[in-house]
């Protein structure tokens, strides 16, 4: 039996978003007080997680390729992939900070992490498996 992109993709985000809600739980009951090997698990089940969602994207989205373009084509994707990923990563912090005013605390700061972290990756696994549905 194999399972094409989609199935993975999907599998990938559902493992990613576990994990991510179980670190974004722990952060908010525990705090600063969170164990390294909960924190390890956690990150490594994240990991887990795109490990299968990168080369099925990738792959995807360079499946239907000519091989002469082959080269322009991993270049701008990569380069879109860059660009997207800063353009989120600022603004998910400009709305961090401004949540959190000039002076949080640390305890401030561990539960709005856990809340944007599990919020991000909800949406972006509920657009990816409706997406892989679609291709189902």
């Not at 990938?12 to 670190?23: D, E, H, P, S, Y």
């Not at 998910?92 to 991000?120: D, L, N, W």
Request: hydrophobic residues 45%; proline residues 4%; aromatic residues 6%.
């Amino acid at each position: 039996m194999t399972f094409g992109p989609a199935t993975a993709i999907v599998c990938g985000f559902a493992i990613t978003g576990a994990a991510t809600a179980v670190l974004a739980g722990l952060l908010t009951l525990q705090g600063r007080q969170v164990s390294v090997g909960w924190l390890v698990t956690g990150l490594g089940l994240v990991g887990l997680g795109n490990t299968f969602i990168l080369p099925s994207y990738l792959g995807a989205a360079l499946s239907d390729v000519r091989p002469h373009q082959a080269g322009a084509a991993s270049g701008t994707l990569n380069t879109i992939q860059q660009l997207a990923g800063s353009a989120g990563l600022a603004a998910i912090g400009a709305v961090f900070f401004a949540a959190r005013g000039p002076h949080p605390t640390h305890g401030e700061y561990a539960r709005t992490q856990g809340r944007g972290k599990i919020t991000v990756r909800i949406d972006q696994t509920t657009l990816l498996v409706w997406s892989g549905l679609e291709k189902c």
